[in-house]
């Protein structure tokens, strides 16, 4: 990452919290939740919350209703009612149906096996580059599996508040990428991106495991005419063995009855010293103090993954 200066942040900010409900809360989602919260309150602005479910298989039922206790318990307060992605299909087929029309997509026939066949490059998030076998048309005897979205050969660039500048060939390090897979499950690139908009988000806070999609959704919101809002990637939490945190890894739930003891790790983590006086007060005197507190500029600005000080 370069060094720049972040763009300012738009007013009235609205910022979001978008878990997906593969398990309960954990101390890394609590990170990215206290973060995003934080930033949105201390600007005065608003704070919604998004379950991004959109991936169907890796949804586990309850899930979603148990975050949403768990940040109740937390003293989170969200503003409007609560999104669910699974029940905004409709406004994903619609806005991939317009760039059917655009010409701005088109239908891949190739399996895993076959791209891993074709492709010796690999991609920022650890895949296979896709080497374009479908750009020019389908194969004859071939049938469309998925939908990709054309990416230029040129490079983007933009400035993270916490990591800086960043840039991203999309052809060279990510190649056309999947909107409706071949489950017939639409990609999470393109949910994130029609959500946001629709939810008129314009501060994006979030994990630095997303850095290298924010590329591929900033093409997606040019291709749809949409905003582009700012965007923080804050360090996320791994575990003894440099996972992230995660349903995979055996993350542990994180307890509302620890209150204020675990939302000052949380801010610890953040960059924010808390005072001893502050780890055991009640949620609605941390909240107060930590809006108070708030700056993104403490956020180390690491680019990867951030080791927990505290278990």
Request: aromatic content about 8%; charged content about 20%.
């Amino acid at each position: 990452m370069d060094k720049a200066s972040p763009p300012a942040l738009p007013a009235p900010c609205r910022g979001r919290f978008a878990p997906s409900p593969s398990g309960p809360l954990h101390f890394g989602s609590l990170v990215a939740a206290l973060g995003s919260y934080l930033d949105a309150r201390a600007h005065d602005g608003e704070w919604l919350l998004r379950i991004e479910d959109v991936d169907q298989p890796r949804t586990v039922p309850g899930a979603a209703d148990g975050m949403l206790r768990t940040l109740e318990g937390f003293g989170f307060e969200w503003d409007g009612e609560v999104i669910i992605q699974s029940r905004r299909f409709d406004l994903y087929h619609a806005a991939l149906v317009r760039m059917q029309l655009d010409g701005d997509v088109y239908p891949c026939a190739c399996s895993r096996s076959e791209i891993a066949a074709a492709s010796r490059l690999s991609s920022v998030d650890g895949g296979l580059l896709y080497p374009g076998t479908c750009r020019a048309g389908l194969a004859d005897g071939k049938a469309a599996r998925s939908w990709r979205l054309r990416v230029p050969d040129r490079e983007s660039t933009f400035v993270d508040r916490v990591q800086g500048q960043a840039r991203q060939n999309l052809q060279r390090e990510v190649g056309d990428f999947v909107l409706l897979r071949a489950d017939g499950q639409y990609a999470y690139q393109l949910a994130v991106v029609i959500d946001d908009a629709a939810q008129g988000v314009n501060a994006v806070v979030r994990g630095v495991d997303l850095l290298d999609s924010t590329a591929r959704q900033i093409w997606l919101q040019q291709c749809l005419g949409l905003p582009t809002p700012s965007y923080a990637h804050l360090p996320v939490v791994v575990n003894s063995a440099g996972e992230k945190l995660s349903k995979q890894t055996q993350a542990k739930a994180v307890d509302p009855a620890d209150g204020s003891t675990v939302l000052a790790c949380a801010l610890e983590f953040l960059g924010h010293p808390v005072p001893a006086e502050m780890r055991d007060v009640t949620v609605a005197d941390f909240w107060r103090w930590a809006i108070s507190v708030w700056s993104m500029e403490r956020v180390p600005a690491v680019r990867g993954i951030f080791p927990a000080q505290r278990p």
